[in-house]
């Protein structure tokens, strides 16, 4: 690694195949989740043969439990996961920035392209956290109505 360029490139390559594999993996995950949802279903429709039948099942216990956990997945996470991943996020982006900044610093002959790509991690980090801390003030005064 005596080029400059090497010492991006390769980073910057398994960045690349680690984001890839990530998307597949969540992508394969989703599809089961939709599969599993879609079987329940199919499932309970064919055990329900009226809406009456269905009024009765959602009335018991069981089947209120059964109802919310199926659906509890496929709706909008709340405000406090939110928070908590962008909080998330606004660490890893520092860390990634520091992280940059230093490779800026110890390697004089590449420091500008560490330099403006950590300034840039730097800055989302600092966004997320901002936004983290913005988020949950709200939250809480919207809790407190």
């Known amino acids: 690694m ?3 360029v090497e010492i991006i490139v390769l980073p910057g390559l398994f960045l690349t195949l680690a984001f ?24 309970l429709l064919d055990r329900v043969t009226s809406l009456r039948d269905f009024s009765e099942f959602a009335r018991t216990e069981e089947g209120a439990r059964m109802l919310k956990g199926a659906y509890a997945s496929t709706g909008d996470a709340g405000p406090a996961a ?18 940059l900044l230093f490779l800026g610093w110890y390697f004089e002959e590449a420091r500008n392209p560490f330099v403006a790509l950590g ?19 709200v939250a809480a005064s919207l809790k407190g109505d």
């Not at 890839?20 to 499932?43: E, H, K, Y």
């Not at 939110?82 to 992280?99: P, Q, Y």
């Not at 300034?119 to 003030?137: K, P, Q, Y």
């Open 119 to 137: 300034t840039i991690g730097l800055s989302l980090g600092v966004g997320f956290l901002a936004s983290a801390v913005v988020s949950r003030r």
């Open 82 to 99: 939110r928070i908590l991943r962008a909080t998330e996020t606004g660490i890893v982006a520092l860390a990634l920035s520091f992280g």
């Open 20 to 43: 890839v594999f990530w998307t597949a993996v969540s992508a394969w995950q989703q599809r089961q989740r939709l599969r599993i949802m879609a079987d329940f279903n199919q499932r």
């Open 2 to 4: 005596n080029h400059p």
